[in-house]
């Protein structure tokens, strides 16, 4: 069952924005978002946190100049998902521009698996480096740092999971969620933690004088690749998350992007003029996912790095099919996933751990999030290493914090989880095959334990009722200003409706005709095949919908229900 619920806008704090000059829309809006003024939604660049606030964040920036100066190799060792390529994109161009001798690395996620592991830190270092930087992970890379320090590697960190219980001993540590750092945005992922980075090492530079003679880089000109990595790997959206998104989708709608950035738009036939946070997170985001998930993320990288559009154009074409493969191989993994839950009391189950053997590793993290939707249950899926371990990928509900179960976990097991790590919507897991019973006991224990029924709850969060004047394509385009994401949801407003016609498109959406108040509105429906009664309560985002060359409005139902 699925509750509709209406979020708060405080009366005075609404008021106070109008004051302020906010649309009153907007006002309620943001009002309803916890915000108390128009400056917290300000996103001039002025607005950032100054990197001096970052712990350890210009320490960093004083060893890598040093290190720059002393003409030493820099290694970066990425992630393999969007947030990681994108890291590392700012990592090398930004290096590169400042004279720096660097070169990237990623793991094979089959293989090796997640972070700076022993492992990896022995290829790395068949390349000679004299310092390796981590970006999106290295916090719980305690021996990996280890294992470098034998071989006499420096190692600087830059990351931004939830550390564990120790530190790895790296030369340097910037992350804004280690002890005792008080930087106000816990929340910034693996590239803006990149990017400060980046900023204090031109701070640095600057004051040695390292660029007489020369142009100064323009650190605002990776804004898009900080836009993209941030939105695409849902972290919150603070407000100074909100300035990092908002300032690359300024340079992208204004055509100053990276080739491979416009070439990603360009496959998938977006319009970058008008390019939004959705587009980032649900358009360019998966297709260089896709490349980690099936194949090397070093392809992803490439074509954010290279400087030439002909082979951006030509890697983003690669990347578009390998993104269409791993729709076909995730709905093979969804229709046996289903079947696995047909077996299983979902309604009296606190958590779910799934696992078939033939279900590919890096495709676990699309199908976790898919069967969480579905079933509203913190969830787990698992996949077959050719070791005989289990990889499993979770992905949790509001109010249930995966990482800090899965520690607990831990401790009651110690010899249960081979490694873990990750955010409290995400994380992931090693396990021994033969464990996977044991695990789904333990892990349904913690989640009984530490959930409450209400949480099993599946509710629609809504801005309640939107004035029929506003349904406008100025409303829209009003709407599409300001960055909306995690944390930061977009409005999604709730009418009663009277169902004039709907017809079957696509074989799985509604296209609907909704009336209220004598105005009536083209809608759809996604992923709806059963049709609607006649008078329903829906939720809804407003869109704009273009055919032949000219556009009208459309709401975009995301949940239908009937009409009380």
């Given amino acids: 069952m699925t509750a509709l619920t209406v979020r708060k806008a405080p009366l005075a704090l609404e008021q106070r924005l109008v004051r302020e000059g906010v649309h009153p829309l907007l006002s309620r809006l943001y009002a309803a978002r916890g915000v108390a003024s128009a400056a917290e939604v300000d996103t001039a660049p002025e607005r950032l946190l100054p990197p001096q606030r970052l712990k350890n964040c210009e320490a960093a920036a004083r060893f890598l100049a040093d290190a720059i ?59 000679r480096p004299d310092v390796i930087i981590t970006v999106d992970n290295g916090i719980a890379s305690v021996a990996g740092v280890a294992a470098a320090n034998a071989l006499g590697i420096a190692t600087v960190v830059t990351d931004h999971h939830l550390p564990g219980a120790a530190l790895p001993d790296a030369t340097v540590i910037v992350n804004p969620n280690q002890p005792g750092d008080d930087f106000p945005s816990k929340a910034m992922a693996g590239v803006g933690v990149m990017f400060y980075v980046m900023l204090a090492l031109r701070a640095e530079l600057r004051r040695r004088n390292a660029f007489a003679g020369r142009d100064e880089p323009n650190l605002a000109a990776l804004l898009d690749l900080v836009a993209l990595g941030t939105v695409a790997d849902v ?15 300024k340079r992208i709608r204004a055509g100053r992007m990276q080739p491979g950035i416009a070439a990603l738009f360009a496959v998938a036939g977006r319009d970058a003029r008008r390019a939004t946070a959705f587009d980032l997170g649900f358009t360019l985001g998966p297709r260089l996912n896709a490349a980690g998930r099936l194949a090397d993320m070093s392809l992803g990288i490439e ?4 400087g030439s559009m002909e082979r951006a154009l030509e890697i983003a074409r690669s990347l578009d099919d390998l993104n269409r493969e791993r729709r076909d191989i995730e709905a093979g993994m969804l229709a046996s996933a289903e079947a696995l839950l047909a077996t299983i009391d979902v309604a009296g189950a606190a958590s779910l751990a799934l696992f078939d053997p033939g ?8 199908l976790a999030a898919r069967i969480r939707e579905r079933a509203h249950r913190p969830t787990f899926a698992f996949a077959a290493t050719e070791s005989g371990e289990l990889r499993g990928s979770g992905r949790s509900i509001p109010g249930f914090h995966l990482r800090d179960a899965l520690d607990l976990v831990a401790k009651r097991e110690p010899a249960l989880i081979k490694r873990f790590g990750g955010h409290a919507a995400a994380a ?8 996977l019973d044991r695990f789904r006991e333990a892990f349904e224990s913690v989640a009984r334990e530490i959930a409450g029924p209400e949480l099993f709850r599946r509710t629609i969060e809504t801005d309640g009722p939107l004035e029929s004047a506003y349904v406008s394509l100025e409303t829209v385009r009003m709407l599409e200003e300001p960055v909306w994401g995690q944390g930061f949801p ?19 959406h509604l296209k609907l005709r909704l009336a209220r108040e004598g105005c009536a509105v083209s809608a759809i429906h996604f992923r709806r095949d059963a049709p609607l009664p006649p008078r329903v309560r829906a939720a809804y985002r407003l869109a704009a919908d273009e055919w032949n060359g000219a556009q009208a409005v459309q709401l975009v139902v995301e949940h239908a229900e009937p009409a009380p």
């Fill in 69 to 127: 100066a002393a003409g030493k190799r820099l290694l970066i060792v990425a992630d393999y998902d969007c947030d990681g390529a994108t890291a590392c994109a700012v990592g090398v161009r930004a290096l590169s521009a400042f004279g720096a001798r660097v070169e990237y690395l990623v793991p094979d996620r089959f293989t090796l698996g997640y972070g700076l592991t022993p492992e990896l830190v022995r290829l790395a270092a068949a390349r």
């Fill in 235 to 249: 972290v919150r959206l603070d407000a100074n998350n909100r300035v990092l998104v908002a300032q690359g989708l």
């Fill in 303 to 306: 074509c954010l790095v290279t």
């Fill in 359 to 366: 279900w590919h590793q890096g495709v676990v993290g699309i």
């Fill in 428 to 435: 992931g897991l090693t396990l021994d095959a033969p464990h």
């Fill in 490 to 508: 977009q409005p999604l407003f709730a009418d009663e409706f009277v169902v004039e016609s709907q017809r079957l498109v696509g074989e799985k």
